[in-house]
């Protein structure tokens, strides 16, 4: 099975790297800039459950595609997935899949518009990582799913022979992997959760220990129910259990963790407020609580987004 790794990030380093690593036959679609830099320091994988060295990993640019893929794996992020559409579309062909790694759900239909429905699988991962100095990828827990599945059941029995192929063709890789019948469900509990840690830790600027420190937890888990609550509108309420494990994350004393999108906001990059707490917050379909805490935050980071458009204006024309 051939794959396509678009971008050889913190997300499509890891799980490319596992693959490679462990005998299978990947490309990473890259940037020549990335491309450069993997010529010289190769790809490299700092975890607690085992590093990695590749060197010399095999990629393409965009312009280079000269066939199709099996699969192509997207782990960029949503407000880049235009651009990246077109950048992975020649290596598309009748029978690849499309395994987006994208949070939130409109992706999904997105790529399917592109590409069509039967070629875009859902997907989730549970791992924490970040690129390094050097371009090293540093796997910063001691988690690393993938989790997948057809959006709309595996009814068609092609799809369901592909997904059967994929599950297998991920099970060498050292990572936990697996095909799921609900991904939609888990799609949806991940989103609840991550919009709900987003939300807090960058409305108050803070990781959840600073939180918890003052004494906001109620904040943190009214946050949780109030996504819950809109999850359950669109007919994916989260199970009670993913609810009580999410509560538990984002509440626990002490945890030096935060939302990717806080560490934007911190370093002055664009965040993906608009595809994670946006789009949430336009499938209320119910009646918030007044004030809605979802829409403050996505309010808050509007206003960044607004401001840090203006620095980007200025010091244009300062250049």
Known sequence: M??????????????????LEAGAD?????????????????????????DAALPTPPHVLSSDIAGH????IVACKSYDLAQTMESFAAAVGPNTLILPLLNGMRHLDVLAARFGADA???????????LGPAGEILHLNDTHGLTFGAP????????????HALEQALAPANFDS???????????????FIASLAGMTCLLRGSVGDIGGAAANDLSLALLAECGAIAGANGYAPREAAMQRAGAILTAPGSPMSASMFKDMQ???PTEAEHILGDLLARQGWSPPEPSLLRVAYAHL???????????????ARA
């Open 152 to 163: 709309g059941g595996e009814s068609d029995g092609t799809v369901a022979a592909r997904v």
């Open 120 to 130: 875009v699988l859902g997907g989730l991962c549970l791992i924490s990582a970040t």
């Open 69 to 72: 893929y099996d699969v192509v």
């Open 26 to 50: 990947v490309t990473f679609l890259l940037r020549a800039r990335r491309a450069a830099q993997l010529r010289t320091t190769g790809l490299v994988i700092k975890s607690k459950l085992g």
């Open 267 to 269: 370093r002055g990059a």
């Open 178 to 192: 697996a095909a799921v019948g609900d991904i939609v469900q888990q799609m949806w509990e991940k989103w609840v």
């Open 302 to 316: 509007r206003v960044y987004e607004l401001q840090r458009a203006a620095r980007l204006v200025e010091e244009r």
């Open 2 to 19: 051939k794959f396509l790794i678009v971008g050889a990030g913190a997300l499509g380093g890891y799980f490319g790297g596992r693959l």
